[in-house]
């Protein structure tokens, strides 16, 4: 059974950086692209970025240079490097294995 549990969320002043982390499960990791997806309140879901199988990564224009997409396969992770955060970057962020497999989601409020 594929798990993909998403963390690292959190309360963080505008500015301010977290990285959010989506360990997967159940799936053999290094073949799959991940995409992290994020959703705010009463908006449509929102896609972020996608890193390949072999970790080629690619960006919302609107976030290019703000957030940074990694992985580590000898983990089964991937990652979700957010620098300059706004308070409009509040929502619930996601992650997606395979085009098919979403976690939980976390919490990321932008508030001073």
């Known amino acids: 059974q594929v798990q993909l549990v998403e963390s690292g969320g959190g309360l963080v002043q505008p500015g301010g950086s977290l990285r959010l982390s989506c360990a997967a499960s159940?799936?053999?990791?290094?073949?799959?692209?991940v995409g992290w997806y994020r959703q705010a309140p009463g908006k449509e879901r929102e896609w972020i970025g996608t890193?390949?199988?072999?970790?080629?990564?690619d960006y919302a224009d609107s976030l290019k240079g703000r957030f940074t997409i990694s992985r580590d396969n000898a983990k089964s992770a991937a990652y979700l490097r957010m620098n300059g955060l706004k308070p409009e970057d509040t929502a619930v962020y996601y992650c997606?294995?395979?085009?098919?497999?979403w976690g939980q989601g976390t919490q990321v409020t932008i508030s001073s």
């Open positions: 997606k294995i395979g085009g098919t497999f």
């Open positions: 890193i390949s199988s072999l970790s080629t990564t």
């Open positions: 159940g799936i053999i990791f290094n073949k799959y692209s």
